[in-house]
């Protein structure tokens, strides 16, 4: 079992950038892909990003491509999603996902068993 908890959030005006970070228990969290989903209200919660467990593959939906980078930090047991060039269509509760199998970099919402409780990412235009 892990849980997540991620920080970073706020307020940012249209072009910012946002460093959001999701800090993970447990010692095995390099064994774990992580992923980045977002949820505006309304919508359905919709994939992000997300990367293996060595953090030798990554994948972004094509929304955020090239202004979105996800990374990790194993010795910290933590995951980032370093966000450029905000839009307002980038509003959103942001949750950090963690899959108990290293690889591939999973998309699917239902592929995650474990969900932190979402950090509020908001741009104004």
């Known amino acids: 079992q892990v849980q997540l908890v991620e920080s970073g959030g706020g307020l940012v005006q249209a072009g910012g950038s946002l460093s959001l970070s999701c800090a993970a228990s447990g010692r095995t969290f390099s064994t774990y892909t992580m992923g980045w989903f977002r949820q505006a209200p309304g919508k359905e919660r919709e994939f992000v990003a997300a990367?293996?467990?060595?953090?030798?593959?990554?994948r972004h939906a094509d929304s955020v491509k090239g202004r979105f980078t996800i990374s990790r930090d194993n010795a910290k047991n933590t995951v980032y999603l370093q966000m450029n060039g905000l839009k307002p269509e980038d509003t959103a509760v942001y949750y950090c996902?963690?899959?108990?199998?290293?690889?591939?970099?999973?998309?699917?919402?239902?592929?995650?068993?474990?969900w932190g409780q979402g950090t509020q990412v908001a741009v104004s235009s």
């Open positions: 996902a963690a899959n108990p199998r290293p690889f591939p970099p999973r998309t699917g919402r239902d592929e995650y068993d474990y």
């Open positions: 990367i293996t467990g060595s953090g030798g593959a990554t």
